[in-house]
């Protein structure tokens, strides 16, 4: 049965889902049920009322099984004949059909603004894919029509944390009904490639400022090949300069010896004056690379990753997702950094400014709901770990090689015992290492009922069968039997990740071993939500 779309016509607001669940096909609407309940609560409070929307999906139909791998081909491999190709897409009859009505919906409605409920949605109306980057964007689709897409309610009934980042998408769509255009893009004005004298006369005003008294400065380095690319710096929302270090067609470097060793020492100066409070995002990255290279750290005083830490541990902590959060003007930027080679190196350039400013924005929004909500002292207690981790990273730890030569030998000895031991049992060579020969051993040769995971694939939670640690105690507890197989193999798993992570892992160029710690690491589980514990990660060298 075709569900089609109900609502007011004209509307300001247009509601496009994807297709329509089995309830909404039994009731002839769309966004009925629990997703269309939450929707509307939702929706409600955003101050949108649900009767004064257009509502309608992509396709009319439902696919077989409710998987839209039924209607586009996700992977080369799944393309068959009955496959055309729209907006690059591989797509069946139905999505052909349901595109081509919604084209006349949209112009029979005559939307201001259009949400996009999921991939599909958004795909259709802006030729985009993967609404986790995007959502909460403000785009236009190919009429020009303002469309700003969110995650569907049913993926938030999976993963409840999600409403609250659906509900400030509508927020964001509250603000823009009433007109058809954007009337919040910013005016930026960027120096990109700038000249020695640019460079000097900008860096000498924001010293001048200084001496004056404290200027919050936005701080943001790229890298490349392990050394630093650019260094970006803003002043305000909309004012920042990039300066090159590395391009194309300098293979000395962008500035001569004694151009670049002024534009360091210029930022030296600015960088560590007292009343210089840098803010940046992630801004252990940035230190190792500054200390590194120039032999100095800037005054950090806000990490906007670990403000969004102390505010929200739960919720993504990347500065993309910072930005569709606090930002009052977003567009999805993050992948503008990652350039091709024949592409204008301006585009990275303004990427690593575009960086800055959100980073301001961003921290000031931070900073104010911080004080707000009465965690002000919270995030400064975490802010105030910089500085101690940092050195605890730049000093890296002493590595006696005869004692490491040893370790090694020892667990590889003990590799082979649990190994001799499950081919002994077996009869053939495994590998713990591969989910596929797991499931095979455990689902199929030994017969045992298949535990599943919940995984998220293409936005979409779905559950996978499962052959980690967890599963295989409980398949070592309903089965005592297969108790000695299942040690073995988490033992292998265990010895492997201490061989290859710690004992294995490649020195500096000191001689000593580092690693990156990560202040906005962890929240601290079930056990201890309110607990805050650093993770870690290789060194970026």
């Known amino acids: 049965m075709r ?13 496009v889902g994807e297709f329509p ?44 099984g409710g998987r839209l791998e039924a209607f586009m081909a996700l992977k080369k491999k799944d393309i068959t004949q009955e496959h055309r190709t729209l907006r690059e897409r591989s797509v069946t009859k139905e999505v052909i059909e349901g595109y081509q009505e919604l084209l006349v919906e ?33 785009l236009s689709s190919d009429s020009s029509i303002k469309v700003i897409p969110t995650i569907h309610p049913s993926a938030v009934l999976r993963e409840w944390p999600m409403r609250a980042v659906v509900l400030n998408d509508l927020r964001r769509v509250k603000r823009h009904m009433t007109s058809r255009q954007y009337d919040n893009v ?32 936005d701080l943001d380095i790229e890298t490349r090949h392990g050394h630093i690319e650019t260094f970006g710096i803003s002043w305000s929302r909309t004012e920042g300069i990039c300066i090159p270090f590395i391009a194309r067609g300098h293979p000395e470097g962008y500035w001569s010896a004694d151009e670049e060793a002024f534009i360091i020492h210029a930022l030296y100066r600015l960088c560590t004056h007292p009343n210089a409070l840098i803010r940046w995002q992630n801004g252990l990255y940035d230190a190792q690379y500054i200390h590194r290279h120039w032999h100095f750290i800037p005054n950090g005083r806000q990490d906007t990753m670990i403000s969004q830490h102390s505010l929200f541990a739960a919720l993504p902590k990347g500065l993309g997702f910072l930005g569709s959060m606090y930002a009052d003007h977003y567009v999805y930027w993050k992948d503008e950094g990652k350039i091709a080679s024949d592409e204008p190196e301006e585009k990275r350039w303004t990427y690593n400014l575009q960086d800055c400013v959100y980073t301001r924005e961003v921290g000031e929004v931070l900073a104010a709901s911080l004080a707000s909500m009465g965690l002000a002292t919270v995030d400064a207690q975490q802010q105030e770990l910089f500085y101690p981790v940092l050195r605890a990273m730049l000093r890296g730890v002493r590595v006696l090689p005869e004692i490491k030569g ?13 190994e001799a031991f499950l ?61 000695p197989i299942t040690n073995a193999i988490a033992d292998i798993r265990t010895l492997y990740k201490f061989l290859n992570d710690f004992v294995l892992m490649p020195l500096d160029q000191d001689g000593r071993m580092r ?27």
């Not at 409605?109 to 403000?138: E, H």
């Open 3 to 15: 569900v089609k779309g109900v609502g007011p016509i004209p509307s300001r607001i247009m509601l």
């Open 21 to 64: 669940t089995e309830q909404e096909v039994s009731a002839g609407e769309p966004f009925l049920g629990a997703a269309g309940q939450e929707l509307n609560r939702m929706l409600g409070e955003a101050g949108i009322l649900r009767s004064e929307c257009y509502v309608t999906n992509v396709c009319k139909v439902r696919p077989f």
């Open 106 to 138: 949209i112009e029979m409605v005559q939307p201001n603004i259009i949400v996009a409920f999921g991939n599909l949605a958004m795909w259709a109306l802006t030729g985009r894919w993967g609404v986790l980057k995007w959502r909460g964007s403000q």
């Open 186 to 217: 910013p005016a930026w004005k960027f120096q990109i490639r700038p000249s020695l004298m640019q460079v000097e006369q900008t860096l000498h005003k924001l010293l001048f400022d200084l001496n004056l008294g404290e200027l919050w400065l």
């Open 406 to 418: 040893k370790m090694a030998l020892d667990i590889q000895e003990e590799l082979s015992k649990r």
């Open 423 to 483: 081919y002994s049992v077996l009869g053939h060579s495994i590998n713990p290492s591969s989910p596929k020969q797991m499931q095979t051993l455990f689902y199929e040769d030994l017969k045992q009922p298949p535990i599943y995971k919940r995984v998220v694939i293409q936005g979409r939670t779905m559950m996978r069968p499962t052959c980690d640690d967890e599963a295989l105690q409980k398949i070592a507890a309903r089965e005592p039997l297969l108790r």
């Open 515 to 541: 690693c990156s710690f990560n202040i906005a690491g962890d929240a601290g589980g079930k056990s201890a939500p309110y607990s805050y514990r650093l993770s870690s990660s290789k060194n970026p060298f």
